[in-house]
């Protein structure tokens, strides 16, 4: 199991310190909890089991034109 380091501000660490205790686990797990939620690559399982479920939902049938849009805003440069 490899190791790292975060340095973090006062309030981030008390933040995490509390949020750890709450759950029940380490400072250590709970921020490896939060990066795999955060940072995998797949729909949650509730997402995916909303697939289909909605039969009224409104899809636009092929060759039919859609809604008239309003125009863009103008763009701010940089």
Known sequence: M????L????ATQA?????AQANG?????WVAD???KH???EWPQNVLA???QFADFPLREEGQKAH?????VPRVGF
């Open 2 to 5: 490899s190791q790292i380091t």
């Open 7 to 10: 340095y973090l501000d006062d």
């Open 15 to 19: 933040l995490v310190e509390q949020a």
């Open 25 to 29: 686990v380490s400072k250590s797990r």
């Open 34 to 36: 939060i990066i795999r």
């Open 39 to 41: 940072a995998g690559h």
């Open 50 to 52: 909303l697939a289909g």
């Open 68 to 72: 008239a849009q309003p125009a863009d």
